[in-house]
């Protein structure tokens, strides 16, 4: 049964900074591509971050570029989010996400939220 759980979530000051983490088990997770995907109130998915399945290649949304690192420990079954400078527009249910070699995202989690605000 895939699993995936994520945690670290919670309420930031603007400036401030978050690690979320999401622990996998279920499916092979070093061979998934691992990703992050967030949704603000009243808003579509919007596509954060993602870490291939070797760790060595990282991607981002224009609009977290430099502030927020995606890394995973496959032997710890785990992909984090270090979410540094946080802003307002930060604020949404960020999601874990795995997907298998040459497919789009396959597994979900059920979420965490964070919320900036003074």
């Known amino acids: 049964q895939v699993q995936l759980v994520e945690s670290g979530g919670g309420l930031v000051q603007p400036g401030g900074s978050l690690r979320l983490s999401c622990a996998a088990s279920g499916f092979i997770f070093s061979s998934c591509s691992m990703g992050w995907v967030r949704q603000a109130p009243g808003k579509g998915l919007e596509w954060v971050s993602d870490v291939d399945g070797g760790g060595g290649r990282t991607y981002y949304a224009d609009s977290v570029k430099g502030r927020f690192t995606i890394s995973r420990d496959n032997a710890k079954n785990t992909v984090y989010l270090q979410m540094n400078s946080l802003k307002p527009e930060d604020t949404a249910v960020y999601y874990c996400?795995?997907?298998?070699?040459?497919?789009?995202?396959?597994?979900w989690g059920q979420g965490t939220q964070v919320t900036v605000s003074s």
């Open positions: 996400a795995g997907a298998v070699p040459g497919g789009q995202y396959d597994y």
